[in-house]
């Protein structure tokens, strides 16, 4: 995948790996998702941006390898 990423509204969890090493450049998670797993946005290097809603309660602490994530509400980071 490359470029920009809109997830459709209805997914609930971004797997683990989800775009691993992709080239994107933006995401924007809609508010019915909840979970992001393990590595899902890791290796993406040309990510910049990307929209988290205030519906995600959990994201795996590796979610994207180097970089900050920031959302507007609080998270709680853990294994699952």
Known sequence: L???V?????????????????ALESVEIPDTVSVIGNHAF???ENLSDVTIPESVKYIKIAAKRESIITT???LIFSSF
């Not at 997830?7 to 691993?20: E, L």
């Open 42 to 44: 890791y290796w993406c």
């Open 72 to 74: 507007q509400s609080s």
């Open 6 to 22: 809109v997830i459709p509204s209805g997914v609930k969890i971004i797997a683990g790996s989800a775009f691993s090493g992709s």
């Open 2 to 4: 490359t470029g920009d």
